[in-house]
Nanobody
Framework: QVQLVDSGGGVVQAGGSLRLSCAAS????????VAWFRQAPGQEREFVAA???????YYADSVKGRFTISRDNAKNTAYLQMNSLKPEDTAVYYC?????????????????WGQGTQVTVSS
């Protein structure tokens, strides 16, 4: 079992940047695929980005070219660098991990979840 703690959210103006962090406890973090999802009020949770254990990365079309997912296995931490933020990026962002799927875009494929961190982008 992996426990995840999300951090780094905040309020930023459109065009600004934030970096989210996902700190994991437990062993074998490098054997997990890591993903970020987000959920805006009244909307379903949606896929943002994923990074599997062989360093392949996947992005939602809406964030491609603006967001970058990365990980530091020595620190048991994953990151989401968000640039050129837009008001429509406003949501609670969650990191998630799975040891059973490689870069899935489906939230039900992930068994471990962080508590979420709020990102608000003002226009």
């Amino acid at each position: 079992q992996v426990q995840l703690v999300d951090s780094g959210g905040g309020v930023v103006q459109a065009g600004g940047s934030l970096r989210l962090s996902c700190a994991a406890s437990g062993r074998a973090f490098d054997r997990y695929a890591v993903a970020w999802f987000r959920q805006a009020p009244g909307q379903e949770r949606e896929f943002v980005a994923a990074h599997n254990w062989i360093a392949n990365t996947y992005y939602a079309d809406s964030v491609k070219g603006r967001f970058t997912i990365s990980r530091d296995n020595a620190k048991n931490t994953a990151y989401l660098q968000m640039n050129s933020l837009k008001p429509e990026d406003t949501a609670v962002y969650y990191c998630a991990t799975t040891q059973y799927s490689s870069g899935s875009r489906t939230s039900s494929d992930y068994e471990n979840w962080g508590q979420g961190t709020q990102v608000t982008v003002s226009s």
